[in-house]
């Protein structure tokens, strides 16, 4: 009964959506807003990539509300878990010898991947969520491969905050010298297509990558350690 | 045959989407209904860059000289489902948590069995 009620309701939706989606091909023009950004990117902001001039710059303010959200999440989960009391030791098996040195000889790597991937966020598809999540991924890594190795949270939490702290700083800065709205540039923007260039934009992923992957590993920590 | 090659990658988005949609309105168990969840949000992560996409575009990066600006995809909807997949790595953490909670307090992830959560 239920499924039938589902896929009725499923049907209707399916229908309004057909409707509405006539009137917008696939593979059809731009909108007015996005030819703007692609015109006009790379000489107000220097960055070549224009996803993220828009995500840093044109939009900056909704990324500080995105950062917030995942802070807010990583929060919530860790107060949720906090009150879970800790299991007692359970037999840890340990990896063979081949895991665990692979695991050591990956993880320096991984970081370093990580690393480039939001170093280089103006100029190459990336930045610095997906650089954290490289990041976490190299700590989950050493969580499964080498049991009973853990992060130093005063370090995570700290790599966090200050990741925070340089991405609002910046933002103020911005406000009361390079222009009138929050995150505006204030450094000079230098040679397009270059890693020294984009002004604001590699500091403010680097911060947000070292924010984002220290709040995954925090994730990641918890969800092993209490469940 | 035309319309599924020039559609398809809205029929792939939706699909997605409403699988995801069944699954969570007829499974019972919680885990299940989170991996719904997940699917949902790729299907409407796929939706928002199909939009999005020109035909015979290339992406919104100036990597190497020659790139013609009118040749881009929208860069927009791409900066939105950078954030949209964020949020839904976030939000399915706290749901996982939840889950984890609910079953230490119930001792089954059965939504039958959970009083307040039955429909």
């Not at chain 1, 890594?141 to 700083?169: A, D, H, M, P, Q």
């Not at chain 1, 505006?184 to 947000?208: C, D, M, Q, R, V």
């Not at chain 2, 020659?66 to 997949?85: F, K």
Request: charged share 15%.
């Amino acid at each position: 009964m239920k499924k039938i009620i589902s896929l009725i309701l499923l049907f209707i939706i399916c229908l309004g959506i057909i409707f509405c989606l006539q009137k917008i091909p696939f593979g059809a023009a731009k909108t007015k807003v996005g030819n703007y950004y692609i015109d006009n990117g790379r000489e107000e902001t220097g960055a070549a990539n224009i996803v993220t001039s828009v995500v840093l710059n044109y939009r900056g303010f909704d990324t500080l509300g995105e950062v917030t959200i995942l802070f807010l999440a990583a929060m919530g989960l860790g107060t949720v878990l906090a009150t879970l009391q800790k299991k007692d030791k359970r037999q840890i098996e340990q990896a063979s010898l081949i895991l665990k040195t692979g695991c050591r000889f990956l993880f320096p790597l991984i970081l370093l991947f990580g690393a480039y991937i939001f170093f280089h966020g103006h100029l190459t598809p990336g930045g610095g969520f997906q650089g954290g999540a490289i990041i976490a991924s190299a700590f989950l890594l050493v969580y499964l491969g080498c049991r009973g190795r853990k992060i130093n949270e005063t370090g995570s939490k700290l790599t966090e905050s200050i990741g925070g702290l340089v991405f609002l700083i910046m933002g103020l800065i911005g406000l009361t010298l390079g222009g009138h709205y929050f995150l505006s540039n204030f450094i000079p923007k230098g040679e397009i297509n270059t890693l020294f260039s984009a002004g604001i934009i590699p500091i403010i992923y680097i911060a947000i990558g070292l924010k984002v992957g220290s709040e995954l590993t925090g994730i990641i920590d918890n969800l092993m350690e209490k469940s | 045959m035309e319309f599924l090659t020039d559609n398809i990658y809205y029929i792939g988005a939706f699909g997605l989407i409403f699988i995801g949609l069944f699954i969570i309105l007829v499974k019972h168990n919680l885990i299940k209904v989170i991996i719904g969840l997940g699917i949902l949000d790729t299907g409407i992560n796929l939706f928002l860059i199909a939009i999005g996409y020109i035909n015979n575009g290339t992406a919104p990066i100036f990597s190497k000289p020659g790139l013609e600006a009118g040749n881009m995809v929208d860069p927009v909807p791409q900066a939105l489902v950078l954030t949209s997949i964020v949020i839904g790595v976030a939000i399915l953490a706290l749901a996982l948590s939840l889950a984890i909670r609910l079953y230490k307090h119930y001792g089954s992830l059965d939504l039958r069995k959970i009083k307040e959560q039955r429909w």
